[in-house]
């Protein structure tokens, strides 16, 4: 993964360098992930770049349901991005020692067009999302499957 990332960084064009990863202590230099705060935000920065809220569409996914007995994932809903937040640097103790390493949350907060509605109530907890298209050709939820009785 790391050097995939270094390589994927070279052709974006973004500005990671291996120079920054940390050398010490030993087990961060022998790491398979990208360590240095300013590589991991410049990464997940390009990673969500290309997601334009009101474009972009957020699909959930089931790893596992009863409804199928494999390892693939399941996408259960499809929305539309209405808003995508700002990566976050962790928090740290006000007494962490100058030079401490510092990393990014690999998560990125987003908002998205999945709603209640009062025609066509959905409870998320105990029960499957069906997805058709529109006639204006946006993802709709239209049916929900209790997965118990």
């Given at each position: ?118 025609a066509n109530p959905i409870s998320w907890a105990g029960s499957l999302c ?20």
């Amino acid at each position: 993964m790391r050097e995939s990332g270094f390589e994927i960084a070279k052709n974006l064009n973004l500005d990671v360098s291996e120079e920054r990863e940390p050398k010490q202590p030993a087990f961060l230099a022998r790491t398979a992930w990208i360590q240095d705060h300013d590589n991991q935000r410049a990464l997940l920065d390009a990673f969500s770049e290309r997601a334009v809220e009101e474009e972009s569409l957020t699909f959930f996914y089931a790893k596992r349901t009863p409804l199928a007995d494999d390892d693939r994932r399941v996408i259960i809903a499809v929305g539309l991005l209405k808003h995508k937040g700002k990566v976050e640097q962790y928090k740290y103790a006000t007494d962490a020692p100058k030079g401490h390493l510092r990393a990014m949350m690999w998560e990125r907060p987003i908002q998205h067009s999945i709603r209640q509605d009062a025609a066509n109530p959905i409870s998320w907890a105990g029960s499957l999302c069906l997805i058709t298209r529109s006639s204006n050709a946006r993802p709709k939820m239209t049916r929900s499957i209790p997965l118990s009785s």
